[in-house]
């Protein structure tokens, strides 16, 4: 779901090429959701190799990751581990909403309308453990790292970039804020459109609460009023609204009370965005890209063309190897040549 933040965060866009140097820890399954929703046939179908396994998350996965070596942008894919138990809701209704998306589909085929076959078809994806195993294998294979999260990987990677370890956070969905990322990066995900992807989007989150008035608990306290992925928030109660509760300076207990909910009850998922479950990620490092161990993958096992992936593989060729970025190198980096080197 995500917060519907829209309405309050404005952002900053930038090349992605401007971002040379600069290291993202990924939201893995927002991003390769997006993939599975996006790279898909005419009439909704994924793609999917000869055996009928499907494809479009290695597709993505591949030449998004390449692009964004290839423009100096060390990516640090970071995937989910198990779910909160407050989130046992959420999952719920998206496992109901992909069966009635997978229903409306097959109608909409049946009826010979691609149009709304391919629009309901990218709410039914499904992205099981042993696809995740796999796209691990594809970037470890391409040198790049990735961390396993105890429980959601959106938090592990805010953690990473409020500890340092990498420059932002990477999402579509604004709960990165509310896990404190110092900065998150929106669009990795987006469509490529003639070989390039839209520009990035930088939501700076200091800025942002300064030119809201707010502080770090109050832009928690709109998170609650609106809902999140682990609570429902307070009926009517949308963005704009919230932040015009929230900028009164009630105070914790006597906001929640004003818009009719009860501190002890929401203090349980207060506390997951506080305090949420992550490890420690001292730093991140590139490693040779293994061009026989992608080749094994992608043609050997799922059939893809040999020189589309080596054309991949080039543009990624001159990235930085056996690179190391720690806490006290954060946000220092300002060029390929420099990833780990001076400051700017």
């Known amino acids: 779901m995500g917060l519907p933040f829209r309405d309050l965060v404005t952002f900053e866009e930038l090349p992605w090429e401007a971002l040379a ?35 479009s998350h290695l597709m993505g996965v591949l030449y998004r990751t390449t692009s964004l070596l290839g423009q100096g942008v060390l990516p640090v894919w970071v995937f989910d581990g198990k779910p909160p138990d407050l989130k046992a809701g959420t999952l719920r209704e998206r496992f109901q909403a992909k069966e009635r998306a997978e229903s409306a589909w097959k109608e909409a085929l049946a009826a010979g309308d691609l149009e709304t076959a391919r629009r309901k078809a990218a709410q039914t994806s499904r992205f099981s453990r042993s696809m995740a195993d796999e796209t691990i294998e594809l970037l470890t294979a391409l040198g790049v ?3 396993r999260a105890p429980s959601e990987g959106e938090a592990q990677a805010a953690a990473m970039a409020a500890q340092g370890v ?27 459109s003639k070989g390039r992807a839209p520009a990035a989007q930088i939501v700076d989150r200091a800025k942002l609460l300064e030119r809201l008035g707010i502080s770090d608990e109050e832009l928690l306290l709109i998170g609650l009023l609106v809902g999140t992925d682990f609570s429902d928030g307070v009926r009517g109660y949308g963005p704009k609204k919230a932040l015009k509760l929230v900028q009164e ?5 006597a906001t929640l009370r004003h818009a009719g909910l009860d501190p002890a009850e929401v203090e349980p998922v207060a506390e997951l965005f506080r305090h949420p479950e992550t490890i420690d990620v001292p730093s991140v490092a590139l490693r040779p890209l293994d061009r026989d161990a992608v080749l094994r993958i992608l043609v050997d096992r799922h059939g893809f063309s040999t020189p589309r992936v080596d054309a991949a593989l080039e543009r990624a060729k001159q990235r930085p190897t056996g690179t190391t970025l720690t806490p006290v190198e954060r946000g220092r980096q300002t060029s390929l040549e420099t990833f780990g080197g001076e400051a700017s």
């Open 21 to 55: 140097g600069r290291s993202v820890a990924v939201d893995a399954y927002n991003a390769v959701y997006q993939f599975l929703a996006t790279i898909r046939q005419r009439d909704g179908q994924p793609f999917s190799d000869p055996d009928g396994r499907v494809t």
């Open 145 to 147: 790292p990735t961390v």
């Open 166 to 192: 990498v420059w932002a956070s990477a999402s579509e969905d604004y709960d990165s804020l509310l896990f404190r990322a110092p900065r998150l990066v929106r669009g990795l995900a987006a469509r490529v």
């Open 249 to 253: 300076h009630l105070g914790w207990e």
